[in-house]
């Protein structure tokens, strides 16, 4: 298949093109390169060191003799050059990941608000319109998120997508039907992802685009079969406040003898699927699309729940390092469950690498390796999701005093 991969330079975006382009596809990345000009914005750098993405397409040429192409476009800000690059290469399949994905940078200020909505929201419309536009049958596939059901402990698991209910109607009777589960966002960024969703119903219904949806839980690990094979194509992997995500940071946070920084009581419970898995279900979704006129396909992307406290223990046992227990910058439920469906990738074949795997040590072990290259000073979490959470968040788990929230 000719595939596009927009936001093919990202966390997931890299390994997903390396691992298509392995099974022989013909992948084309278009990408505005702007989670490197956050990392500028930020002050901070991935911690493994990151080639630009034309040097990383030339050394995957020089080890495969396969060629990814890159397109330097805005999804959000360019609507006629992707309507008129869709036009001229007519992809087979579009994986659309170009949007800005941390919760915290979308908390940051009213500005940081405002980016993250226009940026994803616009990014999302413009490449529906444009498959209209251009008459294009392209399968989409979408990363959205399990942050959509939010986190409250209904004492029901979580379907995938639907739920199904009874509606009593006036004539006595009750008429059943699937409706999206109530979109729960937490934060600026994850609501983008429920507004993604209600782009998706409605251009799927009125001009039947065929789209899946991915509601992918916290990615963790960094390496895949094929970003193993040299150096240069090494994963970017995070471990800043802002796009570190959990479980990462604290494999970072004890290889380099930091405190781990658990938020409030760590009783959040969340979803989880190691690297190797996400570019595996995005394959398999590519695989399966809908046909013409189905309804939107919602997989649930995660293979795995645990409670943030039992992570931060479990990391703790296995290297010795020290729990910091911080108080939570986020608006979150202190304590919550979460019991997830995700049959429908296991059916196809899934198998998921779990945590009891041995790749813990060797994402400890990545980190180890390029520890020269963290700053400590970029490690708390200093977005705060509301005004008065600021004033508490004044030290860093090292006792530092935090120069600003925002
Ligand atoms: N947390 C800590 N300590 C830390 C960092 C986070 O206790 O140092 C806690 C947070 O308060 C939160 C949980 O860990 O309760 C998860 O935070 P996270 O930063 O790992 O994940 P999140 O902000 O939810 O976002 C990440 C990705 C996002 C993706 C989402 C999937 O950045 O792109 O959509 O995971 S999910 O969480 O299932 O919604």
Redesign the pocket.
């Known amino acids: 298949m000719k595939i596009a991969v927009l936001g093919g330079d990202g966390f997931i975006g890299w390994p997903t093109c390396l691992h298509l382009s392995d099974a022989g596809h013909d992948v084309h990345i278009l990408d505005n390169l702007s989670r490197r000009w956050i990392d500028t914005e930020l002050g901070v750098q991935s911690l493994t060191p990151m080639d630009s993405i034309q040097e990383r397409t030339r050394i995957w040429y020089q080890e495969t003799g396969r060629r990814i192409h890159f397109h330097l476009i805005d999804l959000a800000r360019d609507y006629e050059i992707l309507k008129g690059w869709l036009a001229a290469e007519r992809p087979d399949a579009i994986v659309h990941f170009a949007e800005q994905?941390?919760?915290?940078y979308s908390m940051k200020s009213d500005r940081h608000k405002n980016y993250t909505v226009n940026n994803n929201v616009n990014a999302t419309h413009n490449l529906l319109n444009a498959l209209v536009e251009t008459g294009l049958d392209a399968h989409l596939v979408h990363?959205?998120?399990?942050?959509?059901y939010g986190?409250s402990t209904v004492g029901a698991a979580i379907p995938e997508g639907y739920l199904p209910v009874g509606v009593d109607t006036m004539a006595g009777e009750t008429v059943k039907q699937d409706i999206l589960y109530p979109a729960n966002p937490?934060?600026i960024?994850?609501m983008t992802?429920c507004l993604d969703q209600l782009l998706f119903q409605f251009y799927a219904k009125n001009d039947s685009l065929r789209i899946t949806d991915l509601?992918?839980?916290?990615?963790w690990g960094t390496h895949t079969a094929q970003t193993r094979r040299h150096v240069q194509l090494i994963n970017r992997f995070d471990y800043d406040?802002d796009?570190?995500?959990?479980?990462?940071?604290?494999l970072i946070?004890a290889a380099i003898d930091y405190p781990?920084?658990?938020?409030?009581s760590?009783g959040?419970t969340?979803?989880?699927i190691h690297v190797q898995d996400s570019v595996r279900c995005i394959e398999l979704a590519l695989q399966n699309p809908p046909t013409r006129g189905d309804r939107v396909k919602i997989f649930n992307q995660?293979t795995e729940t645990h409670r943030?406290r039992d992570l931060?223990e479990m990391i703790s046992r296995l290297t010795g390092a020290r729990i910091a227990w911080?108080p939570?910058?986020?608006k979150?439920a202190a304590e919550n469950d979460l019991v997830v469906h995700n049959e429908q990738f296991l059916e196809l074949g899934l198998k998921p690498i779990t945590l009891e795997e041995g790749l813990l040590e060797e994402v400890i072990d990545v980190a180890k390796k390029y520890a020269y290259r963290v700053d400590r000073s970029r490690?708390p979490?200093v977005s705060a999701w509301t005004k008065d959470i600021a004033p508490v968040i004044e030290r860093d788990p090292e006792g530092k005093r935090l120069k600003s929230v925002s």
């Open positions: 994905r941390a919760a915290p990363l959205g998120t399990m942050g959509v986190y937490g934060s960024y994850h992802k509601h992918q839980g916290i990615v406040g796009y570190g995500t959990v479980l990462n940071r604290f946070q781990l920084t658990v938020h409030g760590g959040q969340r979803a989880f995660m943030v931060a911080l939570n910058p986020r979150e490690i979490a």
